[in-house]
Nanobody
Framework: QVQFVESGGGLVQAGESLRLSCAAS????????VGWFRQAPGKERESVAS????????YYADSVLGRFTISRENAQNTVYLQMNNLKPEDTGVYYC?????????????????WGQGTQVTVSS
């Protein structure tokens, strides 16, 4: 079974950048759609950015559009989330999720495989 591990989180100041990675192990995830979701303290988990298996289409939440970029390197079994101009409201646990046959890449319930999450904290 393919597993997904996130990395790259940390503590940064507002305006700085981070790059999150989601690495698959135990198999190839070339045909999986992959999404990044985040959960802030006391809030529900929300979709941040997603990408289809062939990078044919992407989705971004309005709150991150123009600041975050999702990309994937299928040969390396890795999906990235480049986060620029970070804001305190971007703070939360970021989860990588993957799924096969995903119709709506923004929907959390379309994804069947989840990583453990990586903490991102942005100070003001």
């Amino acid at each position: 079974q393919v597993q997904f591990v996130e990395s790259g989180g940390g503590l940064v100041q507002a305006g700085e950048s981070l790059r999150l990675s989601c690495a698959a192990s135990g198999g190839t995830f070339i045909y999986y759609a992959v999404g990044w979701f985040r959960q802030a303290p006391g809030k529900e988990r929300e979709s941040v950015a997603s990408i289809r298996w062939n990078s044919g289409s992407t989705y971004y939440a309005d709150s991150v559009l123009g600041r975050f970029t999702i990309s994937r390197e299928n040969a390396q079994n890795t999906v990235y989330l480049q986060m620029n101009n970070l804001k305190p409201e971007d703070t939360g646990v970021y989860y990588c999720a993957a799924g096969l046959g995903v119709k709506n890449i923004a929907r959390e319930d379309e994804y069947g495989y989840w990583g453990q999450g990586t903490q991102v904290t942005v100070s003001s």
